[in-house]
């Protein structure tokens, strides 16, 4: 090995630091100030308000030019509040000025409190059997929760009548319009989601300026129960500035009226919708923009009253775990992360990533195809059938893009292109150069399509 000559060795503990300094120097003067400063931990102090991220300011936060005149309103309850939230609040709340959160427990998660959106309600509501669970975290805090609050009941066309929380989520709607206000009184627009919806926040403000905050709006996904037409709460709606304050002064008037009627239906969507009507103010039908389905069971090949999804920009996408907003929420900033990208269409989900997701064949999945042997004008292979013979009744269909065999060995098709979702015993197969072929017919869009009355 090669030695140094001693005239040579002292020399080596003053220039080796030297050189390490002269090469820092340059990377940081090529590269920038990197320093990382340690700040002491600090813990928020539930008695002041909360300090929101400045979306101009930081690096991280993208531009949303006029997100700060929205207020977001996220409805939640004890029994979920700290599952469904937390994944909104470090994605798709993380740079919203303006947000706020209900519940009927107050609570923090992860930095932010929750409000109590009955501390303002008639007392008298509380002895009514629908706020037992209410009543035992007022009292008990989660300690209070049994495991009858967290059972997964079956949903029927009334609901889950058979679960706490969701009875007394139907209350929480009417004082949710009267403690949005009363939080910001001046914003232009106030957008209400829950805490399984997804929300696409270019979209929506691209939406919104085809309106006028001073003219009463209400607008939403369109659901009618007997002749009662609303705004389903699940998809997500918004009420303008001048209808929030219309609304606001009319059910500080009529409270206990609507007590009441609230008391004897079990849709809260359907009350609010019925009083906004009551106060003069009808909804503006909203669908695509807001749905009732999760981004896997879209089917953005097809339409719906008489709009096909194509071109249209979704603001929502309902029933979205956790993990179904993280991996939304990666897609929408790359997307977005191209500045000549304004909007994001179901096109563009489909084309991008959605369709890079299907197969040919997967086992334990469901894509929802829904024309089986029990309709009568079904003409497909008698159950039990097998996937073989379930594939090729599809392909004997020119309208038929996918197909399914379930449990019981029943063969389904579908004119829908659907990514579906995980299901035990089922197995589902597409024809991919169907879908290929729908998508090259549909096109690119040119100017996105938007709901405008």
Same mark, same amino acid.
């Given at each position: 090995?090669?030695?140094?000559?001693?005239?040579?060795?002292?020399?080596?503990?003053?220039?080796?630091?030297?050189?390490?300094?002269?090469?820092?120097?340059?990377?940081?003067?090529?590269?920038?100030?990197?320093?990382?400063?340690?700040?002491?931990?600090?813990?928020?102090? %539930?008695?002041?308000?909360?300090?929101?991220?400045?979306?101009?300011?930081?690096?991280?936060?993208?531009?949303?030019?006029?997100?700060?005149?929205?207020?977001?309103?996220?409805?939640?309850?004890?029994?979920?509040?700290?599952?469904?939230?937390?994944?909104?609040?470090?994605?798709?709340?993380?740079?919203?000025?303006?947000?706020?959160?209900?519940?009927?427990?107050?609570?923090?998660?992860?930095?932010?409190?929750?409000?109590?959106? $009955?501390?303002?309600?008639?007392?008298?509501?509380?002895?009514?059997?629908?706020?037992?669970?209410?009543?035992?975290?007022?009292?008990?805090?989660?300690?209070?929760?049994?495991?009858?609050?967290?059972?997964?009941?079956?949903?029927?066309?009334?609901?889950?009548?058979?679960?706490?929380?969701?009875?007394?989520?139907? #209350?929480?709607?009417?004082?949710?319009?009267?403690?949005?206000?009363?939080?910001?009184?001046?914003?232009?627009?106030?957008?209400?989601? %829950?805490?399984?919806?997804?929300?696409?926040?270019?979209?929506?403000?691209?939406?919104? %300026?085809?309106?006028?905050?001073?003219?009463?709006?209400?607008?939403?996904?369109?659901?009618?129960?007997?002749?009662?037409?609303?705004?389903?709460?699940? @998809?997500?709606?918004?009420?303008?500035?001048?209808?929030?304050?219309?609304?606001?002064?009319?059910?500080?008037?009529?409270?206990?009226?609507?007590?009441?009627?609230?008391?004897?239906?079990?849709?809260?969507?359907?009350?609010?919708?019925?009083?906004?009507?009551?106060?003069?103010?009808?909804?503006?039908?909203?669908?695509?923009?807001?749905?009732?389905? @999760?981004?896997?069971?879209?089917?953005?090949?097809?339409?719906?009253?008489?709009?096909?999804? #194509?071109?249209?920009?979704?603001?929502?996408?309902?029933?979205?775990?956790?993990?179904?907003?993280?991996?939304?929420?990666?897609?929408?900033?790359?997307?977005?992360?191209?500045?000549?990208?304004?909007?994001?269409?179901?096109?563009?989900?489909?084309?991008? $990533?959605?369709?890079?997701?299907?197969?040919?064949?997967?086992?334990?999945?469901?894509?929802?195809?829904?024309?089986?042997?029990?309709?009568?004008?079904?003409?497909?292979?008698?159950?039990?059938?097998?996937?073989? %013979?379930?594939?090729?009744?599809?392909?004997?269909?020119?309208?038929?893009?996918?197909?399914?065999?379930?449990?019981?060995?029943?063969?389904?098709?579908?004119?829908?292109?659907?990514?579906?979702?995980?299901?035990?015993?089922?197995?589902?197969?597409?024809?991919?150069?169907?879908?290929?072929?729908?998508?090259?017919?549909?096109?690119?869009?040119?100017?996105?399509?938007?709901?405008?009355?």
């Amino acid at each position: 090995m090669a030695t140094l000559p001693a005239r040579y060795g002292r020399w080596v503990p003053v220039l080796i630091p030297l050189a390490l300094l002269i090469l820092f120097l340059h990377l940081n003067a090529r590269f920038g100030d990197t320093r990382v400063v340690l700040q002491p931990a600090s813990f928020p102090n %539930e008695n002041e308000a909360e300090v929101p991220p400045d979306p101009k300011s930081s690096p991280s936060c993208r531009q949303l030019p006029g997100i700060e005149d929205v207020l977001v309103v996220v409805k939640t309850g004890i029994t979920e509040s700290q599952h469904k939230v937390p994944v909104h609040i470090r994605t798709t709340l993380r740079c919203i000025p303006n947000k706020l959160i209900v519940s009927d427990f107050e609570e923090d998660i992860d930095g932010l409190r929750t409000l109590d959106v $009955f501390r303002n309600v008639s007392q008298t509501l509380y002895s009514n059997d629908d706020f037992a669970l209410y009543n035992r975290a007022r009292q008990g805090g989660r300690q209070a929760l049994t495991s009858e609050d967290h059972t997964k009941v079956a949903n029927s066309a009334a609901g889950m009548m058979d679960n706490p929380g969701w009875k007394l989520d139907k #209350w929480k709607f009417l004082p949710m319009i009267h403690e949005a206000r009363a939080h910001r009184p001046d914003v232009k627009w106030y957008v209400f989601l %829950e805490a399984d919806t997804y929300p696409i926040w270019p979209n929506l403000l691209a939406w919104l %300026e085809n309106f006028d905050s001073n003219d009463k709006l209400y607008l939403g996904n369109q659901m009618m129960i007997g002749d009662h037409t609303f705004a389903h709460g699940g @998809s997500g709606f918004v009420i303008s500035n001048a209808a929030m304050h219309a609304f606001a002064d009319f059910y500080a008037e009529h409270a206990d009226e609507w007590n009441e009627i609230t008391n004897n239906q079990w849709a809260g969507d359907c009350v609010l919708g019925m009083a906004l009507a009551e106060a003069g103010i009808g909804l503006t039908w909203s669908w695509p923009h807001v749905t009732t389905q @999760s981004v896997w069971e879209q089917d953005a090949l097809g339409e719906g009253f008489g709009r096909p999804q #194509w071109c249209y920009p979704p603001f929502t996408f309902h029933h979205m775990t956790p993990a179904d907003v993280d991996q939304m929420w990666k897609f929408d900033q790359e997307w977005f992360s191209n500045e000549n990208r304004t909007v994001l269409t179901y096109g563009d989900i489909f084309q991008y $990533f959605i369709r890079p997701m299907l197969t040919n064949r997967l086992d334990n999945w469901d894509n929802n195809a829904p024309d089986g042997d029990n309709n009568a004008d079904y003409r497909g292979p008698s159950t039990p059938a097998s996937m073989y %013979e379930c594939a090729e009744h599809c392909a004997r269909s020119s309208n038929c893009l996918q197909y399914r065999i379930d449990k019981q060995g029943r063969c389904s098709t579908s004119g829908w292109a659907l990514r579906g979702l995980p299901k035990p015993g089922v197995a589902s197969g597409t024809m991919l150069w169907r879908v290929d072929d729908a998508i090259k017919r549909r096109g690119s869009c040119g100017k996105p399509k938007f709901i405008t009355k």
